[in-house]
């Protein structure tokens, strides 16, 4: 699975955009991205995952860079529950995925 | 649904006790997944099972250390015996066995080993 760089840290106002940058310049073709966070005390959550394409769910929009080899988790309207740690994870897809590797992420403090 | 159900939730034991942790997978997902959690190495994948058969254990550190799974709904992580450097919080997932289908995640149970 191609290497993952993430910021130690970030902060973020309530009510703003939170956006968390991944660098990933070795993924290969048929890699994913995936994010998830871990809420501290909580197992970790999954959030979104892309290919190529842009993605949007109910939690976050998942921007990728045409080449592929860099990321953006955007959470539009942070909230104060949205202080975790979140993880950029490239793996392959397939039955076998699961296998993830989980970096030391980036710790998102929101404040209000 | 209830989601990942780990059992107990804090363990405190001491060296050279058997401990044992208890998983009960999401129903309808056929892979479970043990990591283990510290903040030296951060999360590590034990190993992981495709319908009740262990894939890949690679990751299990020492014959200390065994995991089962008799059925679809229950997985065992055993350590026998433990020692102080198994201190950490363990956490079992699960999902469905289809291209793309995310990990679910249990609350972990937090072992402690004097």
């Known amino acids: 699975d191609a290497k993952t760089t993430q910021p130690t840290s970030m902060d973020c106002a309530e009510g703003r955009a939170a956006n968390l940058p991944c660098n990933h310049s070795?993924?290969?073709?048929?890699?994913?991205v995936y994010w998830y966070r871990q809420i501290h005390s909580q197992g970790p959550q999954y959030i979104i995952h892309?290919?190529?394409n842009n993605e949007t769910n109910e939690m976050a929009s998942l921007i990728i860079t045409e080449d592929r080899k860099s990321s953006t988790l955007i959470l539009p309207h942070a909230t104060l529950r949205d202080t975790a740690v979140y993880y950029c994870?490239?793996?392959?897809?397939?039955?076998?995925?699961?296998?993830?590797?989980f970096g030391q992420g980036t710790i998102l403090t929101v404040h209000p | 649904d209830a989601g990942v159900i780990q059992s107990p939730r804090h363990e405190v034991t001491e060296m050279g006790q058997e401990v044992t942790l208890r998983c009960k997978p999401i129903s309808g997902h056929n892979s479970l997944f043990w990591y283990r959690q510290t903040m030296m190495r951060g999360l590590e994948l034990l190993i992981y099972?495709?319908?009740?058969?262990?894939?890949?254990d690679s990751g299990m550190p020492e014959d200390r250390f065994s995991a089962k799974m008799p059925n679809a709904s229950f997985s065992t992580l055993k350590i026998q015996p433990s020692e102080p450097r198994d201190s950490a919080v363990y956490f079992c997932a699960s999902r469905e066995q289809v291209n793309n289908s995310p990990l679910h995640f249990g609350n972990g149970t937090r072992l402690t080993v004097t």
């Open positions: 892309g290919l190529k």
């Open positions: 099972f495709n319908n009740n058969v262990p894939i890949d």
């Open positions: 994870i490239v793996t392959r897809s397939g039955t076998s995925y699961g296998k993830l590797t």
């Open positions: 070795t993924i290969s073709g048929n890699e994913y």
